[in-house]
């Protein structure tokens, strides 16, 4: 099975799809897994700007595999080529072999190994947080009622993670002769430095909190631009930031804290860019019910059972519109989006054998 597995990967990662800059068509990688699926059922929706996505249907299933296509760019550290696969004696090393084309890969080798219902859905704009492809599956009717969507864990059913919000505000000042008396409060800068000492202090306070493994508020300052030169106070600044909430923090009651943060009159602009829900979704009870429901399918599928992670995945998607979905997949999250990226061939192996077994069952 390896073999056949890595003669689908070296495939795959030789097709560029990085995201950015996410020039991904119909054809390309897409041509190349409905050639490989013979016997199924095969719609390309082309959903705009290099979102794409294939729905893969054998028979009449009830239960879908998620893996998404694209990757991150590749940086200048890489050793070698990053769309030529190069295997070792214990690893495959290329852009995307963790993250998560080694699943895709693993999926299209037990297709056709097995003979059963089998649902695949492939997409291709995960890495961008513009999750196109998921949102028109999910409102589509697409008749299903659990999801499988594959990231790295280790080859463990992971059934809570963290959501994710990203940020941008603007701050507003008074332009002017930075020898002022009135220049520390007019300053744009001055504003957003001091909101950020509130929103860090704000974030150490929440190092109580726990949720299903999980501890603390993740929270990070990206990126602070503004002002003019060091003698003229600037007349506006811009940040952004983002956060990792718990399942069971509430995302509006997060923005009200930090957007509260900001003195009287110096935010011009508070706006989320992206929001990504946590996995369970729902309120707290919601949410239970969900992780019990994905816990009960794991076990069903004789799959062990991993602690939560702090990445997100489009697996909270899933499980917002009410279907039961947890992460599963080979690899280790640490080598994802690292230069000489890389998965191991006992995990490609470990998971192609488990989704054999399920698809043979």
């Not at 290329?94 to 299209?108: S, T």
């Not at 202090?201 to 929440?206: A, G």
């Not at 816990?295 to 039961?324: K, Q, Y």
Request: glycine share 10%; proline share 4%; hydrophobic share 45%.
């Amino acid at each position: 099975m390896i073999e056949t597995v890595l003669r689908h990967l070296e495939a795959l990662v030789a097709f560029d799809t990085r995201n950015p800059p996410r020039a991904i068509g119909t054809g390309g990688i897409f041509d190349y897994l409905r050639a490989n699926l013979p016997g199924f059922r095969c719609t390309v929706t082309d959903h705009g700007e290099g979102a794409v996505s294939l729905l893969a249907v054998r028979g009449n299933p009830t239960r879908v595999f998620n893996v998404h296509l694209d990757t991150v760019p590749s940086s200048p550290a890489w050793s070698a080529d990053p769309f030529k696969l190069r295997v070792t004696k214990d690893r495959a090393i290329a852009l995307g072999a963790c993250d998560i084309k080694g699943a895709a890969a693993g999926l299209v080798a037990a297709a056709n190994a097995t003979k059963g219902d089998a649902a695949f859905l492939f997409s291709s704009d995960e890495e961008a947080n513009d999750p196109r492809c998921i949102d028109a599956f999910l409102a589509s009717g697409h008749g299903f009622a659990e999801a499988i969507i594959a990231e790295p864990t280790q080859c463990e059913a992971v059934l809570a993670h963290r959501g994710i919000s990203s940020v941008l505000m603007r701050f507003q000042g008074q332009a002017g002769h930075a020898s002022g008396a009135g220049a520390l409060q007019a300053s744009a800068l001055h504003q957003a430095m001091r909101w950020g000492s509130r929103a860090l202090d704000y974030v150490e306070s929440q190092s109580h909190q726990r949720f299903g493994g999980l501890t603390g508020l993740r929270f990070n300052i990206g990126r602070v631009e503004g002002g003019i030169k060091a003698n003229v106070i600037a007349p506006n600044a811009e940040v952004r930031f983002g956060f990792r909430p718990l399942p069971s923090m509430a995302f509006e009651q997060l923005h009200e804290m930090f957007g509260g943060l900001a003195e009287t009159g110096a935010l011009e602009r508070y706006e989320e860019t992206f929001r990504g829900p946590s996995l369970p979704s729902g309120d707290i009870a919601m949410a239970e019910a969900h992780r019990l429901a994905a816990r009960d399918l794991a076990d069903e599928l004789h799959l062990p059972i991993g602690n939560a992670v702090d990445f997100w995945t489009e697996a909270s998607l899933f499980s917002r519109a009410g279907m039961t979905a947890f992460v599963y997949g080979p690899g280790d999250i640490a080598q994802a989006h690292t230069a000489d990226e890389w998965v191991s061939l006992e995990q490609l192996q470990r998971y192609a054998d488990s989704i054999v077994r399920i698809l043979s069952a």
